[in-house]
């Protein structure tokens, strides 16, 4: 058999300007410093405003930089821990969860996809409450909680909206709504929980939640949890995949970069 020779591909001028870059983010700038105007630096490194932005682009992806208006591009802030661990948060509604704020609720049948998820039958009653998640002030994911109503049969039913009203009516009704399965799902209790991460974008809907444009990367964590001896919800979270970082074990951290501040003048490494 012959072998098979591997061609080698050019590293493009855009990625080794980036590796360039890092190097002098890493020794020259602060966390929060404003970098060069992108005139400057392209007559620094040699290339064109074009490449130099593709660079940039790059590095603000992997959450190293951030763009601000009016301000420029910074030096993104070093990531920090928030919990991602049912032993750190609690069941979802519990006194302990306080990481999640709860944005709204709806009530609908379960389509395909949904009840297979949940193991229930196409059409069955499921409530979603979408959250979303904020750390040291910044906005750091999103999640939809969908609950069968089968199972919170065994307590007092939830009351569904009526539609019509006012806009600011309806909403309130939907926070009592949200609120409602969140304290009926901490009285169930919960008998454990499994979870699976994967790497995905942003749909419109997320998106807006997570303040980002559209297609944005973000972290996909998939939960279940089993109550009364059976599947009783499944949580969709969507963290940000530039400024966040998923650990699992028995600290269950999610690593989060902040929203960088402009400081007054640079400070120490």
């Not at 948060?89 to 709204?104: C, L, Y």
């Not at 009704?173 to 929980?193: K, P, T, W």
């Not at 009364?228 to 966040?244: E, H, I, N, P, Q």
Request: glycine share 8%.
């Amino acid at each position: 058999m012959a072998t098979a020779q591997l061609t080698a591909v050019p590293e493009p001028k855009y990625w080794h300007l980036r590796t360039v870059l890092l190097r002098a983010i890493d020794t020259e700038f602060s966390t929060g410093q404003v970098l060069p105007n992108e005139r400057d630096l392209s007559a620094r490194f040699g290339v064109a405003r074009a490449t130099l932005r593709q660079a940039l682009d790059q590095l603000e992806l992997e959450g190293r930089l951030v763009r601000r208006r009016g301000i420029g591009t910074l030096v993104a802030a070093p990531r920090v821990g928030v919990p991602v661990s049912r032993r750190e948060e609690g069941w979802p509604g519990s006194s302990r969860d306080q990481s999640w704020r709860a944005v709204d609720c709806t009530s609908a049948g379960a389509s395909e996809q949904l009840a297979r998820a949940l193991g229930i039958a196409v059409g069955e009653l499921v409530h979603t409450v979408r959250r979303i998640r904020v750390a040291q002030g910044q906005i750091v994911a999103t999640e939809s909680l969908h609950v069968p109503d089968s199972t919170l049969k065994l307590l007092p039913a939830i009351r569904l909206s009526a539609g019509g009203g006012t806009a600011g009516a309806a909403q309130a009704e939907s926070d009592d709504q949200a609120r409602s399965v969140l304290r009926r799902l901490e009285r169930l209790g919960v008998d454990g929980d499994s979870r699976s991460v994967e790497l995905g974008v942003a749909e419109a809907e997320e998106a807006a939640l997570l303040e980002r444009p559209p297609g944005t990367p973000v972290l996909v964590v998939t939960t279940q949890y089993a109550a009364a001896g059976r599947l009783a919800a499944v949580g969709t979270s969507t963290y940000r995949a530039d400024t966040c970082r998923l650990t699992f074990g028995e600290t269950g951290l999610v690593e989060v970069t902040p929203v960088a501040a402009v400081p007054a003048a640079r400070t120490a490494s």
